[in-house]
């Protein structure tokens, strides 16, 4: 890193076209402000009041089947219903009062029958499993659905509501913001670059060698240069795919491989189960031109200066720019250092 990024700086975010406030020299001031609780009690294999365990009955009186690899339920709970589940609604263009009818499908996926397993602390090849489970989701909600939204919401520091391990997905008929963003800068720089962004950013990253935190044959996690949460990552594919549909076998055996090295690096930082929540990006289904998408998933951690300690994306952060402390190089610097056994195996 050289001297003048130790200052106050701005970096531009090509995906989202959004500026970030970089402020290094901040990292140094005192915390005397909320502490988070952290949750590192052994849990159970298996828990007999846990709504997600196998053959336990569900908060919609539903039970789960004995299941023994990912299992995935439709939401007791869902955010969005299908046509025939709702009465249409008003659909109004008011340039004040505007709204539109949306439908979609929202399902969760429980990642282990193992209520006591996080993804780091499963094996490769029961990753693997979530993995095939992701793109077949990806896969059959896409014919029906825009935009599928696979995600994580990990540890009660980001709102997950079971510490059973599970993901969900949102599959809606629009495309949401953030996808709305990153279509049209990805679509923007293909026209001006005539190669793909997300390409050529793993590429020119992988050749700097100053942000990555893990890298094999076909993906790599970087700290992006642009990351706004302090060890935020972008796990990305150095073959050219827009959808996990399209990512073949082998490359899928490497990326459960790089998804265990990646999270296992996560855990060890503060020696504490790393809350975070995560989600795949990829081209909207339903469209025809959709070359310039690339396959990525971001990670977002809230943790700042230990196991206790978040980032607060508070007043500047709501009302002007989002903000950081310390500075993308010196978080993957952080993270690469780390060991990839799992600290509860030492
Ligand atoms: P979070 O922990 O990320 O909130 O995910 C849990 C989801 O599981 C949540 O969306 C659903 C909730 O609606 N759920 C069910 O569908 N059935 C249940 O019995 C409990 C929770
Ligand atoms: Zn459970």
Avoid at 22 to 47: C, F, I, M, N
Avoid at 52 to 78: H, M, W
Avoid at 178 to 190: C, G, P, R, V
Wanted: glycine share 4%; hydrophobic share 35%; charged share 25%.
């Amino acid at each position: 890193m050289n001297a003048t990024q130790h200052n106050p700086h701005r970096r531009y975010n090509p995906l989202t076209g959004e500026w970030i406030l970089v402020s290094p020299h901040r990292a140094l001031r005192p915390w005397q402000g909320a502490k988070e609780t952290a949750s590192d009690e052994q849990k159970p294999e298996y828990d007999e009041k846990c709504y997600l365990c196998p053959s336990n009955e569900r908060i919609g009186g539903e039970n789960n089947p004995a299941y023994t690899g990912p299992y995935v339920f439709k939401n007791d709970f869902a955010a969005l219903l299908m046509p025939g589940e709702t009465t249409p609604s008003v659909v109004d263009a008011n340039a004040l009062f505007c709204q539109e009818e949306t439908y979609g499908e929202c399902r969760v996926i429980c990642f282990s029958p193992r209520h006591d397993l996080s993804l780091p602390e499963m094996e490769v090849s029961a990753i693997r499993e979530v993995i095939n489970l992701w793109a077949d989701q990806a896969a059959e909600l896409g014919e029906k659905y825009r935009w599928v939204q696979i995600f994580e919401n990990k540890g009660a520091a980001m709102g997950c509501s079971n510490p059973h391990p599970h993901g969900q997905i949102w599959a809606s008929d629009f495309l949401p913001n953030e996808a709305t963003k990153e279509d049209i800068n990805q679509a923007a720089y293909l026209k001006k670059h005539g190669s793909n962004l997300l390409l050529d950013y793993a590429k020119s990253e992988i050749e700097k060698n100053e942000r990555i935190v893990a890298i094999n044959d076909d993906w790599v996690v970087v700290v992006p240069y642009w990351a706004t949460w302090p060890f935020e990552t972008l796990l990305l594919p150095r073959f050219a795919v827009q959808s996990l549909t399209d990512v073949t076998d082998c490359q899928r055996d490497n990326l459960a491989d790089i998804m265990k090295r990646m999270l296992t690096r996560y855990d060890n930082l503060f020696e504490t189960s790393f809350p975070y929540s995560m989600g795949w990006h990829g081209a909207p289904s339903l469209s025809e031109n959709v070359e310039h998408w690339q396959l990525h998933a971001h990670f977002y951690p809230p943790l700042l200066r230990s196991a206790t300690v978040k980032k607060f994306m508070v007043g500047y952060e709501m009302l002007a720019d989002a903000q950081r402390d310390l500075t993308a190089e010196q978080a993957a610097t952080q993270l690469s250092a780390l060991s990839e056994i799992h600290y509860t195996k030492k």
